[in-house]
């Protein structure tokens, strides 16, 4: 395949999902293949954050949030061939919160693939979850491609079995953004071993998706937006001509290209967090970010959030952005430049100012 051909078929998929993101705050994922009929699109949703105040009564803002991407969902068109939910379905993991989250996504007509938060995990270490979603980590493969869903929000034994006088004192301390309380993210050594014999199995030609909920680099280590053993995974993942990283959790928008490996992020549903003040606070590997979000407008609850539509050319993924009360982005892969860049704003004359709210 030619870029040409990817470009044309990306840019013909664009006008569409363009059209359907100006009424839809959705995000999809389309993947496109020189064969036209393994092109397909997926829906990702996620960091839904449902919270249960009691009895009956749960957060009305977040509750909207995820409502309306689980009815945005339903009406897309084309049909997405499944649906992801990226983590952090509930606040503090319990099993109120959990049911009313998965009450909200069984309306969803769509097979949904479910990655853990840590939000999810750190009250009964994803038992209740697992009863409702499934295994923790595992693979699939659909149309040609190698998909991975990992745990990436593990930590290390001492912090989690150890430290805490209960299981509820455990989860506040790990859902704090700034608590410096809180324990660095990782894959795991168990993982890790799983992920190197699942990928064993697969063509190095073969595109390769993985789905966590952290970044599995090192971004920011203050907010855990972190992952600590990245460099490890990201070696098993680097033999792949085109592997890619979708992942939940910053709830913003970040694209990076490290080595062949291109990572994405993905929207919340519930509350956007802003960028540090700078990335330059950390080192990093992040590319120039184009349109920062500052505060989000307090006068508009959906303000910053959303969810995405993915599509997949030559094995790299683009994702839409459908932004419920912002300007809606696309964040595709550029195969001339090699790395993953905004359709629209990358260009520094084209940059829109960052949003300034009182
Ligand atoms: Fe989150
Ligand atoms: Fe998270």
Known sequence: ?????????????????????????????????????????????????????????????????????????????????????????????????????????????????????EHDYYLDLGEYWSKLFGPHYHSFDHKGVHFVILNSILTFDDWTFNRWPTDTQRMLEMAGLDNPNGSPFMVGEKQRKWLAEDLAKVDRKTPVVVFSHSPIQKLYKGWNFWTEDAEEVQALLQPFETPTVIYGHVHQIQYNQIGRIAFQSVMATAWPWPYPQSYAQAEHDMPKLTVPMNRADPFFERDATGWQTIDVGAGRVSLSYNLYNNKS?????????????????????KRIAPQDHF
Do not use: C
């Open 329 to 349: 982005r696309r964040v595709g892969f550029n195969f001339e430049k090699g790395h993953p860049e905004d359709s629209e704003y990358q260009d520094p004359a």
């Open 1 to 117: 395949m030619n870029y040409a051909q990817v470009s044309r078929r990306d840019f013909l998929k664009g006008v569409g999902v363009t059209a359907a993101a100006a009424a839809l705050p959705v995000s999809v994922v389309e993947l496109a293949f020189a064969d036209e009929t393994q092109n397909f699109t997926f829906a990702y949703i996620s960091d839904a954050h449902i919270q249960h105040i009691k009895g009956t009564q749960f957060v009305r803002n977040w509750d909207r949030g995820l409502i309306r991407a689980v009815a945005e969902t339903n009406i897309l068109n084309p049909k997405p061939d499944f649906v992801v939910f990226g983590g952090d379905l509930a606040q503090l993991g319990t099993k109120e919160e959990l049911d009313h989250g998965a009450e909200i996504m069984s309306a969803l007509k769509h097979k949904t693939h479910y990655v853990m938060g």
